[in-house]
């Protein structure tokens, strides 16, 4: 079985006593803890502003528990990745973000889609999934 | 200025040839600036009733269009038990068992309420949202 490990810490003096939050969890197939996701696809790439693209189209299925990272690379402060899963806007990546989330793809139109803002940014992604549907050529 | 960072590690020696280590660390800022975040809901932890159903855990209309960021834990251990997550009525994911995530929330809408439907009885789901006030 593949064991792949995502692990998180927030730390912030916000509060009045400082806070450190960490939690770590091995990626599993959906539901199991006998068998652990065994395939990944990683990229880093330049999105040019203009358009909206799918980072990750609806091949991994509903029922599954694919985790999606993303990060926006670029350095600067104001530019930003607008996010949005089947027209829904779920937040702005801005330089230096990242974001961890479990994506089901529950249906055809689930995709996660991705538009540039302020310049091109430079972003890296990766995808722990449990089976993906390559296209016939 | 308050100072807040999250950091984030994938690993694993066994799903490639090679090994995966990868680490990053992003401060939270206010939407494109260098301003740290400044508010936060605080780490919660909720215990999900019987009669299991949707439940709204922030609501779009209390929050400005800013770059919020949210963490959710499922503190469940049985693998089975899962919390379905949706932003508006767009079904994001499932986070089962002992599984967390973190993303970026726009709260552009009144409508863009963070949903959670627990799969079974009396879940316990852990979150924190940092504001971008």
């Given at each position: 079985?593949?064991?792949?490990?995502?692990?998180?810490?927030?730390?912030?003096?916000?509060?009045?006593?400082?806070?450190?939050?960490?939690?770590?969890?091995?990626?599993?197939?959906?539901?199991?803890?006998?068998?652990?996701?065994?395939?990944?696809?990683?990229?880093?790439?330049?999105?040019?502003?203009?358009?909206e693209y799918d980072l990750i189209a609806t091949t991994p299925t509903?029922?599954?528990?694919?985790?999606?990272?993303?990060?926006?690379?670029?350095?600067?402060?104001?530019?930003?990745?607008?996010?949005?899963?089947?027209?829904?806007?779920?937040?702005?990546?801005?330089?230096?973000?990242?974001?961890?989330?479990?994506?089901?793809?529950?249906?055809?139109?689930?995709?996660?889609?991705?538009?540039?803002?302020?310049?091109?940014?430079?972003?890296?992604?990766?995808?722990?999934?449990?089976?993906?549907?390559?296209?016939?050529? | 200025?308050?100072?807040?960072?999250?950091?984030?590690?994938?690993?694993?020696?066994?799903?490639?040839?090679?090994?995966?280590?990868?680490?990053?660390?992003?401060?939270?800022?206010?939407?494109?600036?260098?301003?740290?975040?400044?508010?936060?809901?605080?780490?919660?932890?909720?215990?999900?009733?019987?009669?299991?159903?949707?439940?709204?855990?922030?609501?779009?209309?209390?929050?400005?269009?800013?770059?919020?960021?949210?963490?959710?834990?499922?503190?469940?251990?049985?693998?089975?038990?899962?919390?379905?997550?949706?932003?508006?009525?767009?079904?994001?994911?499932?986070?089962?068992?002992?599984?967390?995530?973190?993303?970026?929330?726009?709260?552009?809408?009144?409508?863009?309420?963070?949903?959670?439907?627990?799969?079974?009885?009396?879940?316990?789901?852990?979150?924190?949202?940092?504001?971008?006030?």
């Amino acid at each position: 079985m593949a064991t792949t490990t995502a692990a998180v810490t927030l730390t912030s003096d916000l509060l009045s006593d400082n806070m450190s939050v960490s939690a770590s969890t091995t990626c599993m197939k959906a539901g199991t803890t006998a068998d652990g996701l065994d395939q990944m696809e990683y990229g880093y790439l330049d999105l040019p502003t203009g358009d909206e693209y799918d980072l990750i189209a609806t091949t991994p299925t509903a029922t599954k528990a694919s985790k999606l990272y993303l990060k926006n690379h670029s350095t600067d402060e104001t530019y930003y990745i607008a996010i949005t899963q089947n027209t829904q806007a779920i937040g702005r990546l801005y330089g230096g973000d990242w974001m961890f989330i479990p994506a089901d793809f529950h249906d055809s139109d689930g995709d996660i889609a991705i538009t540039a803002n302020g310049g091109t940014n430079k972003i890296c992604y990766a995808l722990f999934h449990e089976g993906t549907a390559l296209l016939a050529t | 200025m308050a100072t807040t960072t999250a950091t984030i590690t994938l690993s694993s020696t066994d799903l490639l040839s090679d090994e995966l280590a990868l680490s990053t660390t992003a401060t939270l800022t206010a939407a494109g600036t260098s301003t740290g975040v400044v508010g936060t809901s605080g780490l919660g932890r909720k215990k999900l009733a019987s009669g299991h159903a949707q439940y709204v855990l922030f609501d779009g209309d209390q929050y400005a269009n800013g770059a919020h960021k949210l963490y959710l834990k499922n503190a469940s251990t049985t693998a089975a038990e899962f919390f379905t997550i949706e932003i508006n009525s767009e079904q994001m994911g499932k986070l089962y068992a002992g599984d967390w995530c973190f993303f970026p929330w726009e709260a552009n809408a009144d409508t863009n309420d963070i949903k959670i439907d627990p799969s079974a009885d009396n879940m316990v789901l852990e979150y924190m949202l940092f504001i971008d006030e």
